[in-house]
Every structure is written in C-alpha cells, then in structure tokens.
C-alpha cells in the first residue's frame, strides 16, 4: 500500500468536487497504463492510483480519510471492518472506456467477462446393448432440463414490461472488489450482488417462472453414439444441460454410458474375449470350427494336440477404438473342453473302450513311479494325455 496521500497521487486538491475527481482519476489512468507508459514503475503507479480513487470517490471513505487519513481506513474501529476488507470500489461500471482499461488490467484474462457464464450442468445415464456400443447406433433419450420459459420467452418480465440495466454495476454483471490487507491491497472481480451478473433487474416479474426466465421442460434429444464406447463413457451434449436464469446459456448435458452383457462375448477395453467349447476329440485331432465374430462369421482351424484352455488370437476383430474407429482391438478365442451331461450308446461304447485302455495305461505308468521317485503329477498327466 501507497504512503503518498491520495490527493496528490490523483493530483487535486483537498477540496476538489466529484466532478474534478473523476476527470482527474481519467486523465491520471490514461497516463499509468501498464501497456503504455515507458515508467518502469507504472504498474505501481497504476494501482496505487486505483486506491487513491477508490477511497476519494467515495464521500463516505474520503470522510474517514480526511479526519483519520489512511489508519482510520484500515482500523477495525474505522467503520470497515477488522477483517482486511477497507475498501469496495465497484466504480467501473460508470466509467466506459477507463473501466475497460481496468477491467483489462486487473482483471488478468485481457477483457471483461460476465458473471456465470452457464446453467447447470446435467448428467443421465443410457443403456446400450453389446453391439451397440461396440458398432456405435443412433438413440433418442428423453430428458427434463430447465429451458426457456415459454411464457415470457426467458425475459423474466411480466407480458409487456422489459428488464432494466442494473444500476449497481451499470449493467456489466460484475463489479471491482479491493481488500486491503497488511501485504498490501488486493483487487478481484465479483459477481454484482445486486443482480447477481445478470447485469439487467427484473422490477414487474413473469408469474409464470417468478422472473427466472427458466422452465421445466420435456426434449427427446437424438444421440449419435460413436463406436466404441464403453460402461462409463461419458459424452457431452454440449448445451443440453439446464439454462441459467435471466438469458444465461444453457450448461452441457453429459450422457453416461452402460453397457449390457452379451452371452458370447465378454469385453476388455477394445478386446474381445469369446469361450469356444469344443470336444476332446476335437483338440486331439485336430478339426475345424466355425465361429461367430463381432461381425460374421470366421472358419478356425484347430491344430491336432491343441491344449485345453488353448487361446487363439485374430487381430483386428475386437471392438473399434473410441474416435479411431479404424483400429480395432483383438479377439481371443478360448477352446474350452466341454464335458456332456449325457452321452449316446455307441458312443458310450467307445468312449469306455478308451477309458480302459487309459486305465491300464494309467496303472502302468503309476507303478513306474512307484518304483522310480521323480514322476511329478503333471508329468503323470502328460503322459497320460498323450496314451502312454
Ligand atoms: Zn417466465
Ligand atoms: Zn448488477
């Protein structure tokens, strides 16, 4: 904070009207601004001028200043507050093109914004069928979200009346706040508590929507989902959320995605995992399967001595990736052994000749190990796979 006195740093007298204040307090920022001035203390300058006007053009601050001087400004008996807060200019608003310069300096981000800028946001959730999401599909979802009024067009005013310009920030939504703390003084934007960035006030408000300018409202909103997505996927319906009050656009709606299980396939990310049950023979001798794919169908062939459990790669034949669609991850297909519940006569028949014959093969190899020591359990398995 500034130890010059604020008559001499906005150069007028003690005595000098509102009028000679605020020409002064122009012609003075026109001069300090940062982006101009060759003074390599313009910054300073700059905000300490800020202050200096802040307090001056307020009669009841320049008061305090004029008895006090700045101590009766920041002392909690001052009238404003213990907590750091001394001043609370919002003099931008009737100042135009300084408040601008201002608003453009302080403010950081290059330019005045306004207060919220969005409603709300929405969040649903859409269930897909397996296929759906993997091959991406069109759907239609029905939502409630705050729009519009439609009796006052989202005026907010009453059939015939118009909103007025907020004379607390002069229409702006926002307006300078300073705090001055011991570290020195400290300026932020804030929403204009008078219309709450709105930057207009409703004085004859719609019955309908009590000057909201928002209603409930029922949409069928048509989704184009992309291929891909997965339980989880969020997409955003980019202003499909609720309108804000008072003309404020509408926030995102963001559409969660649930994916039901399918009977054949079962996904991993962009892989598809897929369970062939094949019979023992099959894996032994070796045949040929048809197969279902995502799309089609796929002749796989199994090599005689394939293993139980055994899994077969095609690449590319898994789901489309997500805004990639022309990668695609793989699909593994598991041969599992499939034990029948029940088994016709004749082939009984066989199938206890073969079991026999492994019997004595069995009992064979168990008395090996009997009088050997190093036959393991899988080595006595594997042998006994291969009809030894
Ligand atoms: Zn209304
Ligand atoms: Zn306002």
Redesign the pocket.
Known sequence: MSNRDYYEILGVSRTADAKEIKKAFRQKAKELHPDTSTDPDAEAHFKELGEAYSVISDAEKRRIYDTYGKDGLNSAGGGYGGGGYATNWDFMSDFGDIGDIFSAFFGGGGGRSRGPLRGDDRRTTLELSFMDAVFGCEKKINITRLDA????N???CAVGSHPEACGHCGGHGQVRQSAQTMFGNFTQVVTCPSCHGAGTIIKNP????H???I?PKDEIITLTIPAGVDTGTRLRVAGGGDAGANGIPAGDLYVVIQVQEDEHFLRDAYDVLMKVPVHYTQLVLGDHVRIPLLKGHYDLKIPAGTENGHIITLKGEGVPVLNQSHLRGNLLIRLDIQIPRKVRGDEKALLQQLHDLHKHNVKAEDIRHEEGHASSFFSKMKSFLAGK
């Open positions: 009024c439609q009796t006052c989202g005026t907010g719609c019955k309908a929507c000057g909201q300018g209603a």
